[in-house]
């Protein structure tokens, strides 16, 4: 790997995700955040000959990093239509799916993405920055009581209200275009103890909105379903409460909402087995070199049969 895409992207968890795939040398693999092309390049060292991988990112940059190897393909798209890319190749079941969520060090630290409140720029925040509307469309165009409603529910804000009233008023006045407006908009309710903790939520809420991050979520969960094979592995790095629950939900109960349905006996039913009973989090040694890795929680789970009447860890 070049030194360009260790500083890209360095992955997290990567020994424990990778072998929580339990790689086979002929399987097919599916890397659904590429990136830097650290986990890929890792299912590619544990690969056969005939082993395959797909790699998915909706980032351009991310195609500055792809590995000249034959066994890997590339998939210009985000997750959320993995089915249809995957049928497009013409693939049907694979041995294991690995997404590794959130955003890579290489967003954070460049100066002209706005994912950063480090640097002055323009508000875009778009993965994909060939569609869909930027962070400075949304904040000087969505209704105030939806902007309050993002504020509290994706950034977790207990003051969203009031944020999102004063960026009603000062938006009338001038549009918010780049960080620095939204710094200036924000300092009010910024204290310096926790500032960078606030500002943070605040980003995060409009980086998950632009990039409907959610939704794309419970999209491509839904269809792992169907993709993995009996056997098959589904390994997901999350790095904050409302992705992780939503992962932890689906893992337990194959769907999003956590319902939980049982047959006659009691026993759960649920599409997948939990391979680690307890959530995998970084050794100190990860996070002293890797401070994103912080917040990572690892969750495996292995795809079962319906008929197989078998429980989940609780």
Do not use: W
Request: glycine share 8%; hydrophobic share 40%.
């Amino acid at each position: 790997m070049s030194r360009d895409s260790e500083l890209y992207h360095v992955p997290v968890l990567f020994d424990e995700s990778l072998e929580g795939l339990n790689i086979q040398p002929a399987g097919v693999y599916v890397d659904l955040t590429f990136g830097g092309g650290g986990h890929s390049r890792g299912i590619l060292a544990r690969l056969g000959s005939e082993g395959r991988l797909y790699g998915f990112d909706q980032d351009a940059d991310a195609e500055a990093n792809l590995p000249t190897d034959g066994r890997f393909v590339f998939v210009r798209g985000n997750f959320r239509y993995l089915s249809n890319f995957m049928r497009y190749h013409g693939e049907t079941q694979v041995d294991g799916i690995l997404a590794d969520l959130g955003v890579s060090s290489h967003h954070f630290d460049d100066e002209t993405r706005g994912f950063s409140f480090r640097f002055d720029s323009a508000l875009d925040m778009r993965m994909n920055r060939r569609a869909g509307q930027t962070a400075a469309n949304l904040l000087n165009t969505c209704p105030e009581e939806t902007l309050a409603e993002l504020f509290h529910t994706q950034g977790e804000l207990k003051n969203a209200r009031k944020i999102a009233a004063r960026i009603a008023v000062l938006r009338a006045e001038k549009p918010l275009q780049t960080v620095q407006d939204l710094l200036d908009v924000l300092q009010p309710f910024a204290g310096r103890e926790k500032e960078k903790k606030f500002l943070a939520k605040v980003f995060q809420a409009l980086r998950m909105e632009v990039n409907d991050e959610m939704q794309a979520l419970c999209e491509m969960l839904k269809q792992t379903v169907c993709l993995l094979k009996p056997g098959g592995r589904l390994a997901v790095i999350t790095y904050h409460s409302l992705e992780d629950r939503l992962v932890k939900h689906f893992f337990r109960t194959g769907n999003v909402e956590g319902r939980s349905e049982q047959d006659f006996f009691g026993n759960r039913l649920t599409p997948f087995a939990l391979v680690n009973s307890k959530v995998i989090t970084p050794a100190e040694e990860e996070i002293a070199r890797n401070p994103r890795a912080r917040s990572a929680k690892l969750r495996i789970a292995e795809r079962i049969l319906h008929d197989e009447r078998r429980k989940s860890i609780a």
